[in-house]
């Protein structure tokens, strides 16, 4: 079985190299900027996205989804270093953050993923592609005072989304610009013509010439005050001296604080919010997903888990699967999940051997990946089709994505799914019965009522408003023959009912499976249950 699945794997390595390369780029300034807004060493973003691609990649089971730090836990991260006294304490949390995960796959926690409505995955997928749009923009005009990787409104360098693109527009390098445009150009001109006319501008990804470019214009123009790019508008990788410092790159844990309420406390966060922003991601990247696989939940629980203990373990950030560098994979055609693990191969490769290259690519220009990234998972027609489904699809799914973009990626799921839990309850509301009023020509209102499937307290009000409105001298025939559950709570109601109904001169025929009964003395009785204790 084993050899098999290698063996797919490896059948698709021309779809997923070339889709490493672009999620590799697409991961590097992320990795580099999550940690900076974490208050965490630079490196230790790096170890992440590292485990995430290799570790959590061959674990998983999930073909297309690609782990490493994630934006959401940012916040999380920067508190809890500083109240737990350091880096290498915070740690300690990461790794029983991970064990904590472990143990959610044991108890099948990742059932919850099945619970998320389409409308709020659609709209998260379109929040994260608007923010990405949003935030690369003082990037791609040369402007990095926040770091890459901070996705919240409210920005660490003190400005919000918003703000931040009007400063930026204020503060233009025109170097940044230029080859951004330029980056641009080729990727819509790569992606929208070339990849159409040879197979060999699939092999080679757009994403790779406009770095490749990018690179040979910083190199070209160093040294010029006007069209140059200056070292705070290129990629900033941790370089080494020699090998032998390699070691000095690592932190570790200090378990002697493992005995610290604190520390179990920020465990437990950490595993609660990785694994609910997890279990989101793998939602939506099995709806992008263009062969619809699905990927077992409990098993990525898993996968995360020992990511994270491992990344914990080594000295790095706690790591999510994370739906930008997802969609970025499934974008660039890659097919399984080797191109995940190549990712992290070449995060790995590329930090130890060439990281004075990588140190020469020009943010702008990974902007403008990111761009195009963004713009896949928010295309306006998406606006369109979900409105002409209907206000009960549309509202959740503008209220997540309003929600993502001016708070934060949880937060705007909540508010998704509180509104669409409201819509559910508004339909079960209206679905609880279906009435059909028939004059039979003497005077008297035939009415029936059949009850829906399953009937609860939620629908109490609907039910008890039409048995009110019922005229003096009907004739009132109640179907529960296709009723499974008929909550104690409705019962209650026909049976308040029967009174009033006597004094109203209305005639009840009961129709069950159980047979035909006119005016029943007992609904309780009826459905054998036993009448509330009064005190």
């Given at each position: 079985?084993?050899?098999?699945?290698?063996?797919?794997?490896?059948?698709?390595?021309?779809?997923?190299?070339?889709?490493?390369v672009?999620?590799?780029f697409?991961?590097?300034?992320?990795?580099?900027g999550?940690?900076?807004?974490?208050?965490?060493?630079l490196f230790?973003?790096?170890?992440?996205?590292?485990?995430?691609?290799?570790?959590?990649?061959?674990l998983?089971?999930?073909?297309?989804?690609?782990?490493?730090p994630?934006a959401?836990?940012?916040?999380?991260?920067?508190?809890?270093?500083?109240?737990?006294?350091?880096?290498?304490?915070?740690?300690?949390?990461?790794?029983?953050?991970?064990?904590?995960?472990?143990?959610?796959?044991v108890?099948?926690?990742?059932?919850?993923?099945?619970?998320?409505?389409?409308?709020?995955?659609?709209?998260?997928?379109?929040?994260i592609g608007?923010?990405?749009?949003?935030?690369?923009?003082?990037?791609?005009?040369?402007?990095?005072?926040?770091?890459?990787?901070?996705?919240?409104?409210?920005?660490?360098?003190?400005?919000?989304?918003?703000?931040?693109?009007?400063?930026?527009?204020?503060?233009?390098?025109?170097?940044?610009?230029?080859?951004a445009?330029?980056?641009?150009s080729?990727?819509?001109?790569w992606?929208k013509?070339?990849?159409?006319?040879s197979?060999?501008?699939?092999?080679i990804?757009?994403?790779?010439?406009?770095?490749?470019?990018?690179i040979?214009?910083f190199?070209?123009?160093?040294?010029?005050?006007?069209?140059?790019?200056s070292g705070?508008?290129?990629?900033?990788?941790?370089?080494l001296?020699?090998?032998?410092?390699?070691?000095?790159?690592?932190?570790f844990?200090n378990?002697?604080?493992?005995?610290n309420?604190?520390?179990?406390?920020?465990?437990?966060t950490?595993?609660?919010v990785?694994?609910?922003?997890t279990?989101?991601?793998?939602?939506?990247?099995?709806?992008?997903?263009?062969?619809?696989r699905?990927?077992?939940?409990?098993?990525?629980?898993?996968?995360?888990?020992?990511?994270?203990s491992?990344?914990?373990?080594?000295?790095g950030?706690?790591v999510t699967?994370?739906?930008?560098?997802?969609?970025?994979?499934?974008?660039?055609?890659?097919?399984?999940?080797?191109?995940?693990?190549?990712?992290?191969?070449?995060?790995?490769?590329?930090?130890?051997?060439?990281?004075?290259?990588?140190n020469?690519?020009?943010?702008?220009?990974?902007?403008?990946?990111?761009?195009?990234?963004?713009?896949?998972?928010?295309?306006?027609?998406?606006?369109?089709?979900?409105?002409?489904?209907?206000w009960?699809?549309?509202v959740p799914?503008?209220?997540?994505?309003?929600?993502l973009?001016?708070?934060?990626?949880?937060i705007g799921?909540?508010?998704?799914?509180?509104?669409?839990?409201?819509?559910?309850l508004?339909?079960?509301?209206?679905?609880s019965?279906?009435?059909?009023?028939?004059?039979?020509?003497?005077?008297?209102?035939?009415?029936?009522?059949?009850?829906?499937e399953?009937?609860?307290?939620?629908?109490?009000?609907?039910?008890?408003?039409?048995?009110d409105?019922?005229?003096e001298?009907?004739?009132l025939?109640?179907?529960?023959?296709?009723?499974?559950y008929?909550?104690?709570?409705?019962?209650?109601i026909?049976?308040?009912?029967s009174?009033?109904?006597?004094s109203?001169?209305?005639?009840?025929?009961?129709?069950?499976?159980?047979?035909?009964?006119?005016?029943?003395?007992?609904?309780?009785?009826?459905?054998?249950?036993?009448?509330k204790?009064?005190?």
């Amino acid at each position: 079985m084993k050899a098999k699945l290698f063996l797919y794997m490896f059948k698709y390595l021309k779809n997923d190299l070339p889709a490493s390369v672009v999620v590799f780029f697409v991961a590097l300034p992320l990795c580099l900027g999550i940690a900076l807004a974490s208050g965490a060493p630079l490196f230790s973003g790096l170890i992440a996205g590292i485990v995430g691609g290799v570790v959590v990649g061959a674990l998983s089971g999930s073909q297309l989804g690609v782990s490493g730090p994630a934006a959401g836990l940012a916040a999380i991260v920067l508190t809890a270093i500083g109240s737990l006294g350091g880096f290498e304490n915070f740690l300690v949390a990461v790794v029983l953050g991970g064990i904590i995960q472990i143990l959610f796959a044991v108890l099948k926690g990742g059932i919850i993923a099945y619970y998320f409505p389409s409308s709020v995955i659609k709209g998260m997928l379109t929040g994260i592609g608007i923010i990405i749009i949003l935030k690369q923009i003082p990037h791609f005009f040369g402007y990095d005072a926040d770091p890459e990787g901070d996705q919240a409104f409210f920005q660490v360098d003190g400005e919000n989304t918003f703000s931040e693109i009007l400063v930026a527009l204020n503060n233009i390098s025109p170097g940044a610009t230029l080859i951004a445009v330029a980056a641009l150009s080729i990727l819509i001109l790569w992606d929208k013509v070339l990849t159409k006319k040879s197979k060999i501008f699939q092999l080679i990804q757009g994403p790779l010439v406009a770095v490749v470019l990018g690179i040979l214009y910083f190199v070209f123009t160093q040294g010029d005050a006007t069209w140059g790019i200056s070292g705070e508008h290129l990629v900033q990788v941790p370089v080494l001296d020699s090998f032998a410092n390699f070691g000095s790159l690592f932190q570790f844990p200090n378990f002697s604080v493992i005995g610290n309420t604190e520390i179990w406390i920020t465990a437990f966060t950490i595993a609660l919010v990785a694994s609910l922003e997890t279990l989101l991601c793998v939602e939506a990247t099995d709806k992008l997903d263009p062969y619809k696989r699905t990927t077992p939940a409990n098993r990525e629980l898993f996968a995360q888990g020992v990511g994270n203990s491992i990344s914990g373990l080594l000295g790095g950030l706690p790591v999510t699967q994370v739906i930008v560098r997802s969609s970025a994979n499934i974008q660039s055609g890659g097919r399984t999940k080797l191109s995940a693990i190549i990712h992290g191969l070449l995060l790995f490769i590329s930090v130890m051997l060439i990281p004075k290259l990588l140190n020469m690519i020009p943010l702008s220009v990974l902007a403008a990946v990111l761009f195009i990234v963004g713009f896949k998972l928010a295309k306006p027609s998406l606006f369109k089709t979900m409105y002409q489904l209907g206000w009960k699809q549309f509202v959740p799914f503008i209220v997540t994505v309003v929600g993502l973009v001016l708070t934060d990626l949880l937060i705007g799921i909540a508010l998704g799914l509180a509104v669409g839990i409201v819509v559910i309850l508004i339909k079960s509301y209206q679905n609880s019965h279906f009435l059909h009023i028939e004059d039979k020509g003497n005077g008297q209102n035939m009415i029936k009522m059949t009850l829906a499937e399953e009937v609860t307290f939620i629908n109490k009000g609907a039910i008890l408003k039409e048995l009110d409105r019922l005229p003096e001298n009907s004739y009132l025939e109640l179907d529960v023959r296709k009723t499974r559950y008929l909550d104690n709570d409705i019962i209650e109601i026909l049976e308040d009912f029967s009174g009033k109904a006597k004094s109203k001169n209305i005639n009840i025929k009961l129709i069950s499976e159980r047979g035909v009964v006119e005016n029943p003395e007992s609904y309780i009785k009826f459905f054998n249950l036993r009448p509330k204790q009064t005190a």
